[in-house]
């Protein structure tokens, strides 16, 4: 079955650090991935997106993030956190099924800043 | 352009009782998707409307749980009765077309809580 995972469930950085989320999935083939952010009381904001192409995506906010097929991965990077992104950072697989396309959200990482 | 609006932004009620959210999205955004999001977990599909038909309700508890879309604009998700792991925010989204990896949009979402 399709799944997608977040093994970290909260991370904590200081302020300037650099940053790494990871976020796995299970699939047979590549699915369209995206990392969304959310902040408190907001709704979910799309930070990137990959489908194909160059594995190294650029987003947002200076986020970036990598797709790795045979790791089945796509972390989210960040080289210098700012004190605005704490927040819940959810990854999402989107996989095709024969007449639609069914979207999973992972558990999230809740990622606080230290100034 | 106005984002997606839900309402209400809160809602508290008991159990067995029936409660109502609505949601206008993005004026022309032809999909129009339900998700619950309970604490401490990733938002979860219940519904997906292409215009005013049901593309995926696969997730949707339909005992307890419906959603419509008449006029495919707005749309309001029912739960009655209401159980206490209903508890969560209920978030909508909208996307242009519904095609595989478009952006979703989505609302502030609506915190419900069930005593």
């Known amino acids: 079955a399709q799944s997608v995972t977040q093994p970290d469930i909260h991370i904590t950085v200081s302020e300037g650090a650099s940053l790494e989320l990871r976020c796995n999935y299970s699939y047979g083939a590549t699915p369209y991935l995206f990392w969304y952010v959310q902040s408190p009381g907001q709704g979910l904001q799309l930070l990137l997106k990959?489908?194909?192409?160059?594995?190294l995506v650029q987003g947002i906010k200076g986020f970036e993030a990598e797709f790795k097929r045979s790791q089945s991965s796509f972390n989210l990077r960040k080289p210098s956190v700012h004190w605005s992104d704490a927040a819940e950072y959810f990854c999402?697989?989107?996989?095709?099924?024969?007449?639609?396309?069914?979207?999973?959200f992972g558990p999230g990482t809740s990622l606080s800043v230290i100034p | 352009e106005a984002g997606v609006a839900q309402s209400p932004r809160y809602k508290i009620i008991e159990k067995r009782q029936s409660v109502a959210f609505w949601c206008n999205p993005i004026s022309g955004h032809a999909t129009l998707y339900w998700y619950q999001q309970i604490l401490g977990q990733g938002p979860k599909l219940l519904i997906q409307f292409q215009n005013n038909g049901v593309v995926d309700d696969s997730q949707l508890p339909k005992d307890r749980f419906s959603a419509e879309r008449l006029k495919g604009v707005d749309s309001t998700l029912k739960i009655q009765p209401a159980k206490l792991e209903d508890s969560a925010v209920y978030l909508c989204?909208?996307?242009?077309?519904?095609?595989?990896?478009?952006?979703?949009?989505f609302g502030p979402g609506t915190r419900l809580l069930v005593l």
């Open positions: 999402a697989v989107v996989f095709m099924k024969t007449s639609y396309d069914k979207v999973i």
């Open positions: 989204a909208s996307s242009l077309r519904g095609q595989v990896g478009e952006t979703q949009y």
């Open positions: 990959y489908f194909s192409g160059d594995t």
